[in-house]
Protein backbone atom coordinates (compact mmCIF):
# COMPACT_ATOMS: atom_id res chain seq x y z
CA UNK A 1 0.00 0.00 0.00
CA UNK A 2 0.98 3.65 -0.67
CA UNK A 3 0.43 5.77 2.06
CA UNK A 4 0.89 8.87 1.12
CA UNK A 5 1.23 10.87 4.62
CA UNK A 6 1.06 14.59 3.90
CA UNK A 7 1.99 16.93 0.68
CA UNK A 8 3.75 19.39 2.59
CA UNK A 9 7.20 19.66 1.60
CA UNK A 10 10.52 22.03 1.74
CA UNK A 11 11.84 21.15 -1.50
CA UNK A 12 11.07 22.08 -4.91
CA UNK A 13 12.08 19.59 -7.29
CA UNK A 14 11.87 20.20 -10.79
CA UNK A 15 11.20 16.53 -11.80
CA UNK A 16 8.38 16.30 -8.69
CA UNK A 17 5.95 13.68 -9.69
CA UNK A 18 3.36 14.51 -6.98
CA UNK A 19 0.01 15.70 -8.49
CA UNK A 20 -1.27 19.38 -7.83
CA UNK A 21 -3.95 17.72 -5.95
CA UNK A 22 -2.28 16.74 -3.72
CA UNK A 23 1.66 18.86 -3.55
CA UNK A 24 1.96 21.34 -0.91
CA UNK A 25 -0.75 20.53 0.90
CA UNK A 26 -1.26 18.80 4.01
CA UNK A 27 -3.93 15.73 2.85
CA UNK A 28 -3.07 12.18 3.32
CA UNK A 29 -3.99 9.36 1.33
CA UNK A 30 -3.96 5.47 1.68
CA UNK A 31 -3.57 4.68 -2.36
CA UNK A 32 -5.79 6.68 -4.22
CA UNK A 33 -8.29 6.73 -1.21
CA UNK A 34 -8.40 10.37 0.73
CA UNK A 35 -7.73 9.53 4.55
CA UNK A 36 -9.65 11.27 7.03
CA UNK A 37 -9.30 9.53 9.80
CA UNK A 38 -7.28 6.63 11.03
CA UNK A 39 -9.36 3.69 10.46
CA UNK A 40 -9.22 4.73 6.63
CA UNK A 41 -5.55 3.44 6.68
CA UNK A 42 -6.90 0.54 8.08
CA UNK A 43 -9.42 -0.38 5.31
CA UNK A 44 -7.62 0.07 2.49
CA UNK A 45 -4.47 -2.27 3.95
CA UNK A 46 -7.38 -4.69 4.20
CA UNK A 47 -9.30 -4.34 1.48
CA UNK A 48 -6.03 -4.89 -1.04
CA UNK A 49 -4.16 -7.54 1.67
CA UNK A 50 -1.54 -5.57 2.05
CA UNK A 51 1.66 -7.13 3.66
CA UNK A 52 3.66 -3.20 3.82
CA UNK A 53 2.80 0.10 3.61
CA UNK A 54 5.42 2.31 1.22
CA UNK A 55 5.48 5.53 3.21
CA UNK A 56 5.74 8.82 1.25
CA UNK A 57 4.83 12.71 0.69
CA UNK A 58 5.34 15.37 -0.06
CA UNK A 59 8.27 14.65 2.89
CA UNK A 60 6.90 12.40 5.53
CA UNK A 61 9.16 14.11 8.06
CA UNK A 62 7.02 17.02 8.10
CA UNK A 63 4.16 15.28 9.50
CA UNK A 64 6.30 13.36 11.75
CA UNK A 65 4.00 12.55 14.39
CA UNK A 66 1.19 11.44 12.04
CA UNK A 67 3.76 9.09 10.27
CA UNK A 68 4.82 7.48 13.66
CA UNK A 69 1.23 7.37 14.56
CA UNK A 70 0.71 5.53 11.26
CA UNK A 71 3.58 2.90 11.48
CA UNK A 72 2.09 2.12 15.20
CA UNK A 73 -1.32 1.83 14.00
CA UNK A 74 -0.37 -0.66 11.12
CA UNK A 75 2.32 -2.48 13.06
CA UNK A 76 -0.67 -3.25 15.79
CA UNK A 77 -3.29 -4.27 13.41
CA UNK A 78 -1.14 -6.49 11.61
CA UNK A 79 1.74 -7.50 13.35
CA UNK A 80 4.99 -6.19 13.59
CA UNK A 81 6.43 -7.87 10.40
CA UNK A 82 4.27 -6.16 7.80
CA UNK A 83 6.91 -4.01 6.70
CA UNK A 84 7.13 -0.15 6.43
CA UNK A 85 9.83 1.75 4.25
CA UNK A 86 9.75 5.46 4.40
CA UNK A 87 10.90 8.20 1.56
CA UNK A 88 12.56 11.22 2.82
CA UNK A 89 14.65 14.35 1.51
CA UNK A 90 15.74 14.77 4.94
CA UNK A 91 18.54 14.26 7.57
CA UNK A 92 16.70 14.71 10.54
CA UNK A 93 18.34 13.01 13.23
CA UNK A 94 15.60 13.35 15.60
CA UNK A 95 13.02 12.97 13.74
CA UNK A 96 14.51 9.61 12.40
CA UNK A 97 15.24 8.68 15.69
CA UNK A 98 11.43 8.88 15.98
CA UNK A 99 10.08 6.76 13.28
CA UNK A 100 12.79 3.84 14.52
CA UNK A 101 11.19 4.00 17.45
CA UNK A 102 7.76 4.07 15.97
CA UNK A 103 9.03 0.55 14.14
CA UNK A 104 10.07 1.70 11.00
CA UNK A 105 11.80 -0.65 9.13
CA UNK A 106 13.77 1.02 6.30
CA UNK A 107 14.48 4.21 4.78
CA UNK A 108 15.27 5.45 1.83
CA UNK A 109 17.03 8.99 1.13
CA UNK A 110 16.04 11.10 -1.64
CA UNK A 111 19.04 12.29 -2.26
CA UNK A 112 18.79 15.74 -3.75
CA UNK A 113 20.68 16.15 -7.28
CA UNK A 114 23.38 18.67 -6.82
CA UNK A 115 24.51 16.47 -3.97
CA UNK A 116 24.58 12.92 -6.55
CA UNK A 117 28.62 12.85 -6.62
CA UNK A 118 29.34 13.43 -3.26
CA UNK A 119 26.52 11.78 -1.03
CA UNK A 120 28.19 9.85 1.32
CA UNK A 121 30.29 12.57 2.36
CA UNK A 122 27.03 15.06 3.22
CA UNK A 123 24.73 14.90 5.79
CA UNK A 124 23.16 11.68 4.06
CA UNK A 125 26.35 9.60 5.00
CA UNK A 126 26.00 9.89 8.93
CA UNK A 127 21.95 10.16 8.64
CA UNK A 128 21.89 6.66 6.96
CA UNK A 129 24.70 5.05 9.17
CA UNK A 130 22.72 6.12 12.65
CA UNK A 131 19.67 4.70 11.12
CA UNK A 132 21.34 0.93 10.78
CA UNK A 133 23.35 1.73 13.80
CA UNK A 134 19.60 2.47 15.64
CA UNK A 135 17.85 -0.80 14.07
CA UNK A 136 21.08 -2.66 15.03
CA UNK A 137 21.23 -1.59 18.79
CA UNK A 138 17.12 -2.73 18.55
CA UNK A 139 17.86 -5.51 17.54
CA UNK A 140 21.14 -6.06 19.50
CA UNK A 141 18.34 -5.10 22.74
CA UNK A 142 15.70 -7.62 21.99
CA UNK A 143 17.83 -10.64 21.32
CA UNK A 144 19.54 -9.95 24.39
CA UNK A 145 16.24 -9.83 26.28
CA UNK A 146 14.86 -13.32 24.59
CA UNK A 147 18.28 -14.81 25.92
CA UNK A 148 17.79 -13.19 29.46
CA UNK A 149 14.35 -14.23 29.51
CA UNK A 150 15.22 -18.12 28.24
CA UNK A 151 17.78 -18.40 30.94
CA UNK A 152 15.54 -17.33 33.67
CA UNK A 153 13.01 -19.82 32.26
CA UNK A 154 15.79 -22.41 31.80
CA UNK A 155 17.12 -21.33 35.22
CA UNK A 156 13.29 -22.62 36.89
CA UNK A 157 12.99 -25.40 35.29
CA UNK A 158 16.39 -27.29 36.45
CA UNK A 159 15.38 -25.71 39.97
CA UNK A 160 12.05 -27.79 39.66
CA UNK A 161 13.76 -31.00 38.73
CA UNK A 162 16.55 -30.89 41.01
CA UNK A 163 14.03 -30.03 43.82
CA UNK A 164 12.02 -32.74 42.22
CA UNK A 165 14.82 -35.05 42.37
CA UNK A 166 15.84 -34.49 45.44
CA UNK A 167 12.50 -34.06 47.23
S1 LIG B 1 11.31 16.08 -2.16
FE1 LIG B 1 9.87 14.72 -3.27
S2 LIG B 1 7.83 15.59 -2.85
FE2 LIG B 1 9.35 17.18 -2.33
S3 LIG B 1 9.54 18.43 -4.19
FE3 LIG B 1 11.16 16.85 -4.27
S4 LIG B 1 10.26 15.15 -5.44
FE4 LIG B 1 8.57 16.49 -4.79
Redesign the pocket.
Same mark, same amino acid.
Given at each position: MVLFVTGL?S???F????SDEKMYKDVVFADEKRVTKDEDVLEEARAIRATGAGIT %? %??PLDAVERTCRYIRLLKAEFGAGFHTHLYT?STDAAKIRQLAEAGLDEIRF?VPPGLWARAAGSAFGPAGRDHVITARMDELRAARQWIERQTAFWERAMARLKDDLEG
Amino acid at each position: MVLFVTGLCSFHCFYCPVSDEKMYKDVVFADEKRVTKDEDVLEEARAIRATGAGIT %G %GDPLDAVERTCRYIRLLKAEFGAGFHTHLYTMSTDAAKIRQLAEAGLDEIRFHVPPGLWARAAGSAFGPAGRDHVITARMDELRAARQWIERQTAFWERAMARLKDDLEG
